[in-house]
């Protein structure tokens, strides 16, 4: 497995790649790899010749009061797991190497990113949509997985690889769980045991509102997310967002809707955690 640090040396690598007619794939993410990163490293295994594992913590999409400086770096570890789980590349450059003192160019999708974590976390979009476009100039992808863990951000850059006309196919690889239901998070580490066992009304509440949801269908919806605020607040989980959309258009659901997405973020103490279902009525 090779490891590159700088934006020149993935682009030149990329390049030959591309002329001798290997697929790339990439995996583009922020480290502090768990089994939710592998099995998007396993669904690139499976799309292309040469996967491209990219771990940059990119301080474009974090806010000037939120977890940057602390968010959890531990490269060995990412080296060790993407090589035991065949990645071939690690791209991994510093923020110098990725944005200029002067940089000045971003990229910004004007629709799906306004509301939920983009209603939150002003800049937060915009940050990840230009990380994503630098990585894909640079490492020049056929394919690139995202996770439907983060649903929105998964549709963002869909939508941005769509109108910006990359030849990049976006692959959304489904949100991975630990058996007691919790979606596996970098930010989980965060997490004190106590916050963690209430940290389970995420995904518990989100598995009880999908299974009433299909017996009721749209109708259910007002019930069904006053009942979830209800199971939140009562282990003090402070709701950030909590909200049943189109699972397309993020919009509001309405009674045609037929995928849904009932989407969350909870503050467990002061650990921020996202969570979500697809519901598909019939
Ligand atoms: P991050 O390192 O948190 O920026 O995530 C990098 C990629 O991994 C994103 O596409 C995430 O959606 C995806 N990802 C993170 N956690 C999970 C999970 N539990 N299941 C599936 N994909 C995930």
Redesign the pocket.
């Known amino acids: 497995m090779e490891i590159f640090r700088t934006a020149e040396a993935i682009q030149q690598f990329a390049l030959a790649a591309n002329r001798s007619g290997k697929r790339i794939a990439i ?6 790899l ?1 089994p ?2 592998l ?2 490293i396993h669904r690139a295994r499976e799309l292309a010749d040469t996967v491209i594992v990219t771990v940059f913590v990119n301080p474009a999409q974090f806010g000037p009061n939120e977890d940057f400086a602390r968010y959890p770096r531990v490269f060995e570890h990412d080296r060790e797991l993407c090589e035991a789980n065949g990645a071939d590349v690690i791209f991994a450059p510093a923020p110098e190497d990725m944005y200029n003192d002067d940089h000045s160019t971003w990229v910004e999708e004007a629709e799906l990113s306004r509301g939920l974590c983009g209603a939150s976390r002003p800049g937060h979009f915009r940050g990840v949509t230009t990380v994503v476009a630098k990585l894909f100039n640079l490492t020049l992808p056929a394919v690139a997985v ?5 649903a929105q ?2 549709l963002v850059i869909r939508r941005m690889a769509r109108d910006l006309n990359f030849p990049v196919q976006i692959e959304i ?5 630990d058996p007691d239901g919790l ?4 930010r989980n580490r965060y997490l004190s045991e106590e916050e963690r066992q209430r940290a389970l009304v995420l995904s518990h509440s989100l598995f009880a509102a999908r299974a009433a949801l299909q017996e009721t269908g749209a109708e259910g919806i007002p019930g069904v997310l006053a009942a979830m605020r209800h199971e939140i607040e009562r282990v003090n989980g402070c709701i950030d967002y909590l909200e049943a959309l189109d699972a397309d258009t993020l919009r509001p659901a309405r009674a045609e809707t037929k995928e849904l997405l009932l989407v969350l973020a909870v503050y467990i103490g002061a650990t921020r955690l996202l969570d979500n279902q697809r519901v598909t009525f019939a």
């Open positions: 995996v583009p993410t922020m480290g502090c768990h939710g990163h099995s998007l995202f996770g439907q863990k983060d951000q998964a690889a489904p949100l991975v769980r979606a596996l998070s970098s």
